[in-house]
């Protein structure tokens, strides 16, 4: 608890602008968790390859009933396709792929905001700690320098916390928005494929 307590304290004197700080780690903690959660939920893509093998050996009703079994934006896109046989197959799912893109893309410009924000809020607090340390310069001289310095070191853990934020989240990040791109180009390829077995089958 002592450690706690030590931890605690020292971040107190990074000033007030510690409190947005504060607040944007516990957002992009939870942005974090969000994200894990969902992508935990998506599963692989097995089963949509499962679908679009079944598909292209001619097998429909069974491809449809795996897809629409299975979870996961392909999946669900592949299952649009296949729902609107003998209709517009490929209109189908490029309306299924552009509502699963929102959803795949969803908190990341909150991620975003808080990789830019919290090292500028941090700089933020260091000048403001830099002023009041100045402040103290032009009104006891030299006579104290303990405090000046003690004040300076101070400024810069607001520094410190930003760039620590900002570099935590980064990370996370760029894994999600890595893991999107993934999905929508495999959302890509498998429409492809879907598209040129219904025409082979003279399905429209």
Same mark, same amino acid.
């Given at each position: 608890?002592?450690? /706690?307590?030590?931890?605690? *304290? ?26 894990l959660?969902?992508?935990?939920? *998506?599963?692989d893509q ?6 679009? @093998?079944?598909? @292209? ?12 079994r299975? *979870? ?13 046989? &003998? ?6 799912? @490029? ?5 699963? +893109?929102? &959803?795949?893309?969803? %908190?990341? &410009?909150?991620?975003d905001?808080?990789i =830019? ?10 000048? =403001?700690?830099? /002023?009041?340390?100045?402040? /103290? #310069? ?9 405090? +000046? =310095?003690?004040?300076v070191?101070?400024a810069l ?7 620590? /934020? ?5 990370? &996370? %990040?760029? %894994?999600?928005t ?19 077995? #219904?025409?082979e089958?003279? +399905?429209p």
């Amino acid at each position: 608890m002592s450690q /706690i307590g030590t931890l605690v *304290q020292t971040l107190a004197k990074g000033g007030p602008v510690m409190i947005p700080l504060l607040a944007c780690s516990i957002v992009a903690l939870a942005v974090v968790v969000e994200r894990l959660a969902f992508w935990w939920r *998506q599963g692989d893509q097995g089963p949509a390859l499962r679908a679009l @093998e079944l598909a @292209e050996r001619g097998k429909l009703d069974e491809a449809l009933e795996v897809a629409r079994r299975a *979870q996961g934006p392909t999946a669900r896109m592949v299952a649009a396709g296949l729902a609107e046989r &003998p209709g517009t197959a490929t209109a189908a799912m @490029e309306a299924a792929a552009q509502a699963e +893109i929102g &959803p795949l893309r969803s %908190y990341l &410009p909150v991620l975003d905001t808080i990789i =830019t924000l919290s090292p500028l809020l941090g700089l933020l607090g260091t000048v =403001t700690g830099m /002023i009041a340390a100045f402040g /103290i #310069l032009s009104t006891t001289g030299m006579n104290q320098p303990t405090a +000046i =310095t003690g004040g300076v070191a101070e400024a810069l853990i607001a520094t410190a916390a930003g760039l620590a /934020i900002a570099i935590v989240t980064l990370v &996370p %990040y760029n %894994y999600f928005t890595a893991r999107a791109e993934q999905a929508m180009d495999a959302m890509e390829r498998l429409a492809s494929r879907l598209d040129v077995a #219904l025409k082979e089958q003279q +399905i429209p």
